[in-house]
């Protein structure tokens, strides 16, 4: 291992200095760490710095693990992949069987449960496992035909969990500790389900600045994994040959989904498949409040990398792939092409109902309206992302957009040319959610809904309205959709004139 080319990738990752949050970064072969390294400290307030035993949340990352939890049951013939999971969890107000496959896949098309939250209002604060449920509860409709299409969703990983306990009568924390973390002697990794528990040697989280960005959710399943890189290589051992919890239970959980049409998906159980330059990988990233880690396994090699941070403006997958790519000897592949087609105006992607408008930014860049994503001509003919959005591409094909990510091996995106935003503000008027009991109310061009939500409206491309993260749309009979991350086209029941805002339903706290 060629040490210096290592710490020299760590150092460029890690520009803020010794005292800022920083990151912990471990290297794995057979099953054992061959190298960890560690920069930043884990408190900014009292200047304690990162080792390798410090302890991350590596948020999305945990996916495989309450994966890995449930495909242990289905191999004790406790529960079925295939089973709905309403028979588990009853009180789920869902039109359409959803199979406990679906949730772990993303392909039930659930509705993203942060969607959720932000319009209920229901503060993170309060969110336990039994308080999100009452919002999970009252979803009846999916934004697609279960196992037609992939939608990236955090709440089939919260029924995950939920399904785990009603079988076992064990939280999801007891049962991993029990059942994968105990036998691979990963003694002090734990799904932090109570956040107001303190964790000895838990990193603080920091948003960039540095500003604390901790969380008190306690809800997990999709996230809220707690460990450090000294904790991690027996879990690539079994990545790599199924050792301690068994190749079946191995292979189960590396199978790729499959949708109705035959369609292969690039993920499995909690994990995406990648390319990094010609060899397999495999692996999931994870963001939240304060954290961002990365778990990238290469089975050729047998090489897996983790990096954990504690700032959020961190790159732990550009840092990981980078890593990579160095232990391997391998470089990115660039095939030179032409200068790369303008892809300035105005564009709409029906399936997620997402319009976006693309405008020069000067210096030879442009950028994504209304994310503010910079992007830079690449030598293969793409626009490519500035910073934290590197593995973002775009191209212009045949007339259409096309946006891809070079980190997932997945179909890009495919958005048509459309309409620019009007000048109409969004009109006035309140409308009702009939699932979630939450009114909607737009005056005077500023949209509020459930407890907290308010914001400013403009118009949008493809005669929609933008408020913030979301696209407003009214159809013909007045009714109003709400689209955004993880949902699509929720409807809205339009209201009498003079309807008042209400805050959160009773019973969703």
């Known amino acids: 291992m060629n040490l210096e080319l290592v710490e020299r990738a760590i150092a460029d990752f890690t520009p803020d200095g010794p005292d800022a949050p920083g990151l912990a970064v471990g290297i794995y072969s057979g099953g054992r760490a061959l190298f960890t390294a560690a920069r930043g400290v884990a408190t900014v307030e009292f200047g304690v710095p990162i080792d390798a035993r410090t302890r991350f949340d590596i948020a999305s990352a945990s996916k ?37 496959a679906q949730c772990l896949h993303h392909t039930g098309g659930l509705p ?3 969607a959720l939250q932000a319009i209920t209002g229901v503060p993170f604060q309060v969110l336990s496992e039994e308080r999100l449920m009452k919002i999970l509860s009252r979803i009846r409709r999916t934004t697609f035909e279960p196992g037609t299409a992939f939608s990236y969703s955090n709440t089939g990983y919260v029924l995950a969990a939920v399904v785990v306990r009603r079988v076992t009568g064990k939280s999801l924390a007891e049962f991993a500790a029990e059942r994968v973390f105990g036998p691979l002697g990963m003694d002090d990794t734990v799904y932090r389900d109570d956040a107001s528990a303190p964790l000895p040697r838990m990193a603080f989280g920091y948003a960039a600045g540095p500003v604390r960005a901790d969380t008190e959710e306690g809800a997990v399943g999709d996230g809220g994994l707690v460990t450090s890189v000294s904790q991690l290589a027996p879990w690539f051992g079994f990545l790599s040959d199924g050792r301690v919890l068994g190749t079946r239970l ?18 499995a159980k909690g994990i995406f498949y990648s390319k990094v330059g010609e060899l397999d990988a495999f692996g999931h990233t994870g963001g939240m409040q304060g954290y961002v880690s990365n778990l990238l396994y290469l089975p050729g090699p047998d090489l897996g990398v983790a990096v954990l941070t504690n700032q959020s403006a961190l790159d732990p997958v550009g840092l990981s792939r980078r890593l990579a790519l160095e232990l391997t000897g391998r470089q990115e592949r660039v095939v ?45 003919g793409r626009w490519y992302g500035v910073g934290n959005a590197a593995s ?37 008027g309140a409308w009702l959610s009939d699932e979630y009991d939450v009114l909607a109310v737009i005056k005077d061009g500023r949209f509020t809904m459930g407890l907290t939500m308010e914001l400013d409206t403009e118009p949008a491309p493809a005669g929609a309205w933008r408020a913030g993260p979301f696209t407003l749309r009214l159809d013909a009979g007045g ?14 029941i339009a209201q009498p004139e003079g309807t008042k805002p209400v805050g959160i339903p009773p019973g969703l706290v």
């Open 112 to 114: 993203e449960w942060y």
């Open 392 to 428: 973002i591409w775009l191209a212009v094909e045949d007339g259409d957009l096309v946006m891809g990510n070079t980190r997932r091996d997945e179909p890009p995106m495919i958005f048509t040319p459309c309409s620019a935003p009007g000048e109409d503000r969004a009109p006035d």
């Open 64 to 100: 495989q693990f309450t994966a890995a939890c449930v495909l242990m049951l289905a191999e004790e013939g406790k529960l079925s992949l295939d089973d709905d999971v309403r028979k588990h969890v009853p009180e789920l107000s869902l039109e359409r069987e959803v199979t406990i």
């Open 250 to 267: 191995r292979d189960a959980l590396l199978e790729r989904g499959v949708l109705a049409d035959g369609t292969v998906l690039c993920y």
């Open 479 to 492: 009714d109003l959709t709400i689209s955004g991350e993880g949902f699509r086209r929720m409807r809205l």
């Open 336 to 380: 030179r092409k032409k200068i790369p087609a303008p892809v300035v105006g105005h564009w709409y992607h029906e399936a997620t109902d997402a319009p976006i408008t693309l405008t020069e930014a000067g210096e030879g860049r442009v950028v994504i309206v209304p994310q503010e994503i910079e992007f830079i001509p690449g030598a293969d």
